[in-house]
């Protein structure tokens, strides 16, 4: 394939995995191991995160907007913190980055090497499709928030989600849902707490520097992210307010099955 191909095939996997309860880790290693597909260069890399980063803030731009205006002027005020609906999701989103930072740096090292492993990814995607599974027996919540510990636990969730196979947006909302959190309220807190980790990759932007000759491929996927990102969020944020969240377990199970069974007959590298 060519690079422009491949940057394409990169950008729609990336961009629908990232917000589909699916795993786009799980689904670009997968696309590595099966297509020998994948990002090649830092701009490529990088440029298929924002894409997916932007898509985030178009659809929730009003909450996040919200988030950080009121947990600003928090610094000031703090009892804006506990009395207005930006500032109570800006505590959430800040009490889940620490055990998702904490989880994600200590979990690093290995992540590479499990992404090798279809029987990881395949555990992962089983994972993934019980927790969606599950959600067919929880309880609709009237929450609009979570308490301190429930935002622990989304972050904890959430940096667990580095491995392979196990889908970030899948979890985070289960959670939420589990912790009695209304459906919609799932959808953007779940958006909410992913932004600090997107929002990490402006530190690595120097990089593209280096990689100026892999830009145009970089552009090309990153717009393809974004529209594909687009897409996959209004569907998501549909089928988890309609109560059909769990029907993201009609892809990710049999996934998960072809995968351990791909596993038999193709072992970890």
Not at 106 to 127: D, I, N
């Amino acid at each position: 394939m060519s690079p422009f191909a491949d940057a394409t095939l990169l950008g729609v996997v990336r961009g629908l995995t990232e917000f589909l309860p699916v795993s786009s880790s799980g689904h670009l290693a997968l696309t590595t191991l099966v297509f020998g597909v994948e990002p090649a260069g830092a701009s490529l890399h990088l440029l298929l995160r924002v894409g997916t980063l932007l898509a985030t803030l178009v659809v929730i731009w009003p909450v996040a907007f919200a988030a950080v205006r009121e947990g600003t002027l928090g610094l000031v005020r703090p009892s804006r913190w506990a009395t207005t609906g930006g500032g109570r999701d800006a505590v959430v989103v800040l009490l889940a980055s620490v055990p998702t930072a904490l989880i994600g740096f200590l979990m690093r090292p290995a992540v590479e090497r499990f992404s090798l492993s279809p029987t990881v990814l395949g555990v992962g995607f089983l994972m993934t499709t019980l927790l969606l599974i599950s959600t067919k027996w929880a309880k609709a919540g009237e929450a609009p928030t979570l308490p301190a510990w429930g935002a622990l636990l989304l972050g904890t969730v959430q940096g667990l989600s580095v491995l392979p196979g196990v889908s970030r947006s899948g979890v985070t909302i289960a959670v939420a849902m589990w912790l009695g959190v209304r459906k919609d309220r799932a959808f953007e807190l779940s958006m909410l707490a992913s932004l600090p980790l997107a929002a990490s990759l402006f530190w690595e932007l120097p990089e593209i520097a280096a990689d100026v000759r892999g830009l145009s491929t970089g552009i090309v996927g990153g717009a393809v992210a974004f529209a594909t990102g687009l897409l996959a969020l209004i569907v998501l944020k549909r089928t988890v307010n309609q109560g059909r969240f769990a029907w993201f377990a009609l892809w990710v199970g049999p996934l998960a099955l072809a995968t351990l069974a791909m596993a038999k007959a193709w072992p970890a590298r």
